[in-house]
């Protein structure tokens, strides 16, 4: 099975959230399963910095766009034990310190940046023909289905191909004003709300969503969810037209990563069997973030893009409530600037209570997965998610929101069955929230119930193997299907 994955972002060659990991474990778990996986992605400053050992592959490419021809070069890296990635450098688009923006927002050439991207990714697609499957992940690649299936395209070597698009977030769309259509070189047909058009704008995964053979989501809540006006962003028309073709695959955890008996950022590796290494990453956890130092105080962690869907709009709602219980809150974030001055004066607030760090920290992500207690994730939607698996791993119990992937990955703790993995709730408020972290309160003075909580959740096993057959599955059936 040679197939190509087309990511705006993939772990550890880049990465903003979940998209990176996602695509960068599920890659490596199909090439485990036996399939021939090779990637494309941009060459970002942070890659071309990072990936050592560049190779020249003495690809170039010219694209045409919007009248103008761009060129660009490819270079080979390898990722997760070998997988051949094919990094698409034109450093006017892509040698910037961020990925898709900065403080000020969004670059405003996205839209060219990617349609860059997806022409010199079906350039390098034609060239390493024939493939199987190609299978792009959200709007960053969203052009690359709709330019090979439009009529007229020239990518004969890429006929035998099905095209798989994985939606990780609906919120983001790719949504441009129609002055942008120029540098598609598509045929205005396509601008019809049959087709890109939406609401007078061009949205790039709308047209992704209908020109793809399949299309995948992270969770099967999700995959139920967008379908409705609530979670559709505006495209849950086009997601319930399509709704044969679109599948729930829930993401797995890369546990070479995210295993506290091995991970290489924490104070003390610990096992289920043996907790005393997690009481040194608490103490480890409070003592960098400036918290006081006290074993028994609940420690709640939050590692969150600062984004209107993670939720900390409720959080900021109850706060002070929050902080009158004897607990700790340590947050990592990085994002929207409104959340991170909200974010920004509470350690001040609560001295030795809160801490907060603005910015992206791998490790601390790592130290906070292992050093805290219970981990919040209030999200509004959360396609999967992927910290709620990572906490279960390390002991750290889930408080989350009843959406998407949170819903099918965390069951709620029944006090009287003893069964559950973690705490939820479903109303989007602070006062639902509340009334969840209590509920966690309360079990964690139990030490005896907490601890067997914990040792359930650690035996839980989200690996990447069991979605990877399920990619697998769906690729055989639609290659069985016919020509595409
Ligand atoms: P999303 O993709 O919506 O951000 P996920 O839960 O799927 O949410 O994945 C988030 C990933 O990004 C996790 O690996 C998490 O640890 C990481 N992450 C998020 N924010 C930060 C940050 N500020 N610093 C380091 N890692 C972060
Ligand atoms: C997106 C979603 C997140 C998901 C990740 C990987 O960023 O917000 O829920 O886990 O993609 O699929």
Redesign the pocket.
């Known amino acids: 099975m040679k197939v190509l994955m087309i990511a705006s972002e993939i772990f550890p060659l880049a990465k903003t959230?979940?998209?990176a990991?996602?695509v960068g474990a599920m890659a490596r778990a199909l090439a485990g399963l036996g399939a021939e996986v090779r990637l494309v992605m941009p060459a970002y400053r942070a890659v071309l910095e990072k990936a050592g050992e560049l190779a020249e592959t003495g690809m170039e490419v010219e694209i045409p766009l919007g009248g103008r021809k761009v060129k660009g070069i490819i270079l080979r890296a390898e990722i997760g034990g070998k997988i051949p990635t094919y990094l698409v450098r034109c450093d006017s688009y892509f040698l910037r310190a961020g990925l898709y923006g900065d403080a000020r927002g969004d670059y405003p050439d996205n839209a060219e940046r990617f349609a860059f991207f997806c022409k010199a990714a079906l350039q390098v697609a034609k060239r390493l023909a024939p493939w199987e499957v190609i299978h792009c992940h959200?709007w960053q690649a969203g052009l690359v289905p709709v330019l090979k299936g439009a009529r007229g395209a020239d990518y004969p070597e890429l006929g035998g191909a099905r095209d798989i698009l994985?939606i990780?977030?609906m919120?983001h769309q790719g949504i441009f004003p129609p002055s942008i259509w120029e540098l598609l070189e598509l045929d205005r047909e396509y601008f019809t709300p049959r087709h890109l058009e939406f609401y007078g704008q061009v949205n790039i995964l709308k047209g992704a969503i209908l020109f793809a053979d399949a299309v995948t989501t992270?969770?099967g809540k999700?995959a139920a969810e967008i379908k409705t006006p609530e979670y559709g962003c505006g495209l849950d028309g086009v997601m319930r037209d399509r709704e044969k073709d679109l599948h729930g695959i829930l993401?797995g955890v890369d546990y070479q990563e995210w295993d506290p008996a091995t991970d290489r950022h924490i104070k003390k590796n610990y096992r289920p069997k043996n907790l005393a290494g997690k009481a040194l990453c608490k103490k480890d956890l409070q003592q960098i973030s400036g918290l006081s130092v006290k074993p028994s105080v609940p420690l709640i962690g939050v590692v969150s893009?600062l984004a209107d869907?993670k939720g900390l709009d409720i959080v900021a709602e109850v706060l002070d409530d929050l902080m009158g219980f004897d607990l700790q809150i340590v947050i990592l974030g990085a994002g929207e600037e409104k959340y991170q001055t909200l974010l920004a004066g509470l350690p001040a607030k609560y001295p030795g209570k809160v801490s907060v760090k603005i910015g992206f920290d791998e490790t601390l992500a790592h130290k906070i997965e292992a050093g805290a207690d219970i981990f919040l994730m209030p999200?509004k939607f959360?396609?999967?998610?992927?910290n709620q698996m990572f906490s279960l791993k390390y002991g750290t119990i889930p408080v989350v929101r009843a959406t998407?992937?949170l819903d099918d990955t965390i069951e709620d703790y029944d006090p009287l069955a003893g069964s559950g993995n973690g705490f939820k709730f479903s109303g989007y408020s602070g006062a639902t929230l509340l009334e969840a972290v209590k509920r966690a309160l309360t079990l964690y003075v139990n030490k005896g119930a907490w601890r067997r909580l914990m040792a359930g959740a650690m035996a839980a096993d989200f690996s990447w193997e069991k979605s990877a057959r399920s990619y697998l599955a769906l690729y055989q059936k639609l290659l069985k299907s016919g020509s595409p």
């Open positions: 959230g979940g998209l990991d996602a959200d994985t990780h977030n919120a992270v969770s999700y993401n893009r869907q999200s959360e396609p999967c998610g992927l998407g992937g």
